[in-house]
């Protein structure tokens, strides 16, 4: 076995995509879920039919508490966690950020920025040398996502610097860490931002053309966990397009 890896928010999108990939890569996997428990279920029983291991554990975790209880599960069922992919994220409603209120903008930061810190900071308390870790950071860190989501592309901004922070601080210690900042991604995300169709609706506008899938951004996840990044540490990998 490669190790234990634990994807916080696995049940879809960009989070199931890499918990697949990286359980046929050979890792144990922990997929973690907030409210989807049949959509975890549904990623956790495919892997277990290729012949993988893992295991759905649910976690808010934007919560001190229940952050901690999620790297205990994974260690009690599956081993100490070796590796970390910080996917779980959330944007809200397309908006101006004069429209928008504190409590949304608090929310958004919550299951952003402190949903990161949190996983980020238990797994450098219990991450033996060889361990890794991958932050998601969107390309609206970069854009800035104006009269859509400021809030959430600012949210982002703070992972790219805990990432480059945390990288620097734990690089002498043998654990490496890293962000990928994807551009428009299929998934079900931006339903949640009032627009289904919005990465049709871009995606011809980009460089590539087109807009770009889960798998595509798993591979680049899959690869900075890897011993083939070995001397890739405080990096942000754009998959974008070329946007
Ligand atoms: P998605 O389809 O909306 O999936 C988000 C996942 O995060 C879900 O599994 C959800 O679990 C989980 N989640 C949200 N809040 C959580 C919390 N507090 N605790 C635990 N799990 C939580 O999103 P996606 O498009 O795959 O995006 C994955 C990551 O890539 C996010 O960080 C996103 O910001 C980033 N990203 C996406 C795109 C894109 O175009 N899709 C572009 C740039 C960056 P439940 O469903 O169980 O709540």
Not at 6 to 32: D, P
Not at 38 to 58: N, T, Y
Not at 159 to 185: D, M
Request: glycine share 12%.
């Amino acid at each position: 076995m490669k190790g234990v890896a634990l994807v916080t928010g696995g049940s879809r999108g960009i989070g199931a995509a890499t918990a697949k990939l990286l359980a046929r890569q050979g890792y144990a996997v922990g997929v973690n879920y907030r409210l989807r428990a049949e959509s975890a279920a549904r990623v956790v029983g495919e892997i277990e039919q290729s012949g993988g291991r893992a295991l759905a554990v649910q976690a808010d975790v934007s919560i001190e508490t229940e952050v901690v209880r999620l790297f205990d599960e994974i260690e009690q069922r599956l081993g100490p966690v070796t590796h970390l992919v910080n996917n779980a994220g959330a944007l809200f409603t397309q908006s101006r950020l004069v429209d928008m209120d504190l409590e949304r903008f608090n929310r958004v930061m919550l299951a952003n920025t402190t949903s990161c810190f949190l996983c980020c900071r238990e797994a450098a308390r219990r991450m033996q040398p060889g361990g890794a870790i991958v932050n998601l950071s969107s390309i609206a860190a970069q854009l800035g996502a104006p009269f859509e989501y400021v809030d959430y592309a600012a949210a982002k901004g703070a992972v790219n610097s805990l990432t480059k922070g945390l990288a620097k601080e734990l690089a002498a210690e043998g654990i490496r860490v890293n962000a990928v900042s994807p551009g428009l991604i299929y998934t079900d995300i931006h339903a949640d931002g009032g627009e289904p169709g919005r990465v049709d609706r871009l995606g011809p506008t980009l460089p590539m053309q087109r807009g770009g899938t889960a798998e595509e951004v798993a591979n680049a996840i899959a690869w900075l966990l890897s011993d083939q990044a070995s001397y890739v540490t405080g990096a942000i990998l754009e998959v974008a397009g070329g946007r």
